[in-house]
């Protein structure tokens, strides 16, 4: 046993190096002026997907339910092998439209909306949470098991606070010392590496301990657990319905290790180099296996020494201070407190993140009088972080004696399993729109709550059991956990088979009916076109058109609308860029179509700090265009469409008097004006669908340009920098 302070010292001593390690990672960076690009940091920092559920969970999970926990991570192996065709998209989305969360991910693909914005931080919020709540719940209590606090009623009490507020510190301190999210915060994930390295020293430390000390090697413990009676700990059905839990584990582990908001952030916000990804393919399973290697060992372990087996969560701590040995126990408490913390960092941090650009801000921009809070916006996230931590230790004290702490990880799975249509969809299905996203997410997330969140409140009291047993309004057919008659599947297979149907069949029934305005056409293109880029040839630059924009009015147009949301230091180093990579830098005038490329960066870099749905409404609501810039803009337009359309439409059929004949044979003379009118309509038809081709074609050879361009730019200002951090270190030489 230790003593409390003995244990707050050493959690305090181990996050202070992680701090260290992050500070002198960015300070070496800084100094070199180059990104550390490490393809081997970037697959174990995705690793941060092995919680607590996996540290202590897993062998609870064995112990009473045999090999079933592997389902959790075959799942999630399967979803890797394809992300070199799905991950790999995502990233190059998030390059060229500054993507800062999977809510903006969504949004951006459906033209911005705010709505599915609002809709998708809404359900990581609600699902996610609860989750945040089952790690405090273990850091607490394996803080009470190593200090001699356990007791039948496992109070929170004192130390449950002091660990939530230490959760609040340490995530402001790693994540949120800056604004910009999509600047990566590589310090953070080299501490979150360490940690997930902590946690695997540490599982397999424990597992070598059980194994080769306690017992004779994995032959010994397979004999003894059969001799025992505990076959189930390796069987691979040892739960009822053990195939449907099998096929819903890999359903809901292939959407979750994408779909869940820390791992998006990990995987495609922090991505540096798409070529990572291919390290990550093999490296991350790698883990995932060795972290599992010792679970069964463990839970047989614990099992075979009487430990009881609803304490069968904490057998990697119980084991090893069983036998007296202190090193290994305070080992096993520090790799479950970087499982728990690591998650509780970055998934607080990217929900505070989503919950200020979809919520938050949308409601200051709609009020004048909160006009002030928009250069607050860091401070603004300072404050959802406590309430995130605050609302998830509240939540975890009201269930502490709940069934659904158990059974929250698999819960929270099912809320980010609803993310799945809209966001697969949106990759690779192009008639994918804002109708069918919003209205699939919403029928999922309508669904979970109706046969998953309800039943728990029944559960805990807070409702009548007679929902349960009779249904919503006396109606049988309307059981939460029996939903239009299905059942003896068990309440997450069911919630998962009801979630899905409605959410993929809104998705794509609300996608074919509704028929979204050209400008939600035109830029899910160009999302499309971002996630397949194709060799661009180096061409000059657009000229021809006069310069008679004042640039200076223009920047001052911009630095007033980024001051709203960044300091001014920022706003000024923000536009400054933008001319140099424009090359218009210096300039008394530009063109239109450098005034339009101006304003695209623009918006380019709002989004990186408010999203990119708050980005494009803020555009739109503050840039103003003059009557000669709006009708040089049509005339743009103009131009473009009579260029794919030089030749005369065929078909068309001159104009003729009506036949004055009044006999019988007028109504023939009609019809047949009226017939080759008809003809005419159809084959115009059929041309203004080609031309819309021809168009959208264009569109994407331009859009192409400009990413080529950006990209060049940004290149000329890394070797620029390195120039001169080079001359300056050859200087104090």
Not at 272 to 298: E, R
Request: glycine letters at 6%; a neutral charge; proline letters at 3%.
């Amino acid at each position: 046993m230790f003593s409390s302070l003995t244990v707050i010292i050493v959690i305090t001593l181990y996050m202070a190096v992680l701090f260290g390690i992050a500070q002198i990672v960015e300070r070496r960076i800084e100094s070199r002026a180059e990104s550390f690009k490490g393809p081997w940091i970037y697959a174990l920092s995705l690793a941060v997907y092995h919680t607590s559920w996996t540290f202590y969970g897993s062998v609870g999970f064995a112990a009473s339910s045999g090999l079933l926990f592997l389902g959790v991570y075959l799942g999630a192996i399967l979803s890797i092998a394809f992300w070199w065709y799905s991950l790999r998209k995502m990233v190059l989305a998030k390059e060229t439209f500054r993507i800062t969360s999977i809510a903006d991910f969504i949004s951006t693909r459906y033209n911005r909306s705010e709505k599915i914005a609002a809709l998708v931080t809404s359900i990581a919020l609600l699902g996610v949470l609860p989750y945040i709540a089952l790690q405090l719940k273990a850091v607490v209590s394996s803080f009470q098991l190593i200090t001699a606090h356990e007791s039948s009623t496992m109070g929170w009490g004192t130390s449950g606070l002091l660990i939530t507020l230490f959760m609040i510190v340490f995530t402001i301190m790693f994540g949120l010392r800056r604004l910009d999210p999509t600047e990566r915060h590589q310090g953070m994930i080299t501490a979150l590496v360490v940690e997930c390295l902590v946690k695997l020293v540490a599982f397999i430390a424990v597992g070598l301990f059980v194994s080769f000390s306690l017992f004779n090697g994995f032959d010994d413990i397979t004999n003894r657990i059969i001799d025992a009676g505990f076959e189930r700990v390796i069987s691979f059905s040892g739960v009822e319905n053990s195939g449907v839990m099998w096929l819903t584990l890999i359903v809901l582990s292939f959407a979750a290790v994408q779909n869940l908001p820390r791992q998006f952030h990990v995987a495609v916000v922090e991505n540096a180099d798409q070529k990572h990804i291919k390290t990550a393919i093999w490296l991350f399973p790698l883990y995932m296996v060795l972290i599992n290697l010792f679970v069964v060992p463990i839970a047989a372990g614990g099992l075979l020494m009487g430990l009881p087996e609803q304490s069968a969560d904490f057998y990697v701590l119980l084991l090893p201070q069983m036998a007296g040995n202190d090193f290994l126990t305070m080992l096993a408490f520090i790799g479950g407190f970087s499982a728990a913390t690591g998650m509780i960092i970055i998934t607080t941090m990217t929900l505070s993140t989503m919950a200020s650009n979809h919520l938050i801000l949308p409601v200051i921009e709609r009020l004048p009088a909160c006009a002030i809070l928009k250069p607050y916006l860091l401070q603004i996230r300072w404050i959802l972080v406590t309430l995130i931590l605050l609302g998830s230790y509240g939540f975890a004290i009201e269930f502490s004696d709940s069934y659904i702490l158990v059974a929250i990880g698999l819960i929270s799975f099912v809320a980010v399993l609803q993310f799945t249509p809209a966001l697969m969809g949106g990759i690779f299905w192009s008639r994918g729109n804002s109708m069918g996203a919003f209205a699939g997410l919403s029928a999922g997330f309508l669904l979970w709550g109706y046969t998953l969140a309800i039943p728990t409140f029944v559960k805990h009291g807070w409702l009548s059991q007679q929902i349960l047993d009779q249904g919503f309004l006396g109606i049988s057919l309307l059981r939460p956990e029996a939903l239009f008659g299905l059942e003896g599947m068990g309440s997450i297979p069911h919630s998962v088979f009801w979630t899905m149907l409605f959410n993929v069949g809104f998705y794509i029934f609300g996608s074919l009916l509704y028929s979204p305005h050209k400008l939600e056409r035109t830029h899910a293109t160009e999302f499309m076109c971002a996630m397949n880029p194709a060799p661009v040839h180096k061409k000059a630059r657009p000229t021809g058109l006069e310069r008679y924009i004042s640039l200076d009015d223009k920047l001052n147009e911009a630095r007033t609308l980024l001051e709203e949301y960044l300091n001014p230091d920022k706003a000024l180093a923000a536009v400054s860029h933008i001319t140099e990579d424009l090359q218009v830098a210096g300039k008394d005038h530009i063109a239109i179509i450098e005034l339009l490329e101006f304003h695209r960066m623009l918006e380019h870099v709002l989004s990186g700090s408010i999203g990119s749905a708050s980005a494009h409404k803020a555009m739109e609501s503050n840039i103003r265009y003059n009557s000669r810039e709006a009708s040089d803009l049509k005339a743009l337009y103009s131009h473009l469409m009579t260029e794919l359309n030089q030749q005369q439409i065929p078909g068309a059929v001159p104009s003729k008097k009506i036949p004055q004949s009044t006999n019988y044979g007028l109504v023939d003379e009609l019809q047949t004006k009226l017939h080759k009118l008809e003809q005419s309509v159809k084959v115009q038809e059929k041309q203004i669908e080609q031309l819309e081709a021809k168009l959208e074609i264009r569109y994407q050879e331009i859009f192409r340009y400009r990413l080529e361009t950006q990209k060049i730019g940004q290149e000329n200002d890394t070797l620029r920098h390195q120039l001169e951090q080079t001359l300056k270190i050859e200087h104090e030489q």
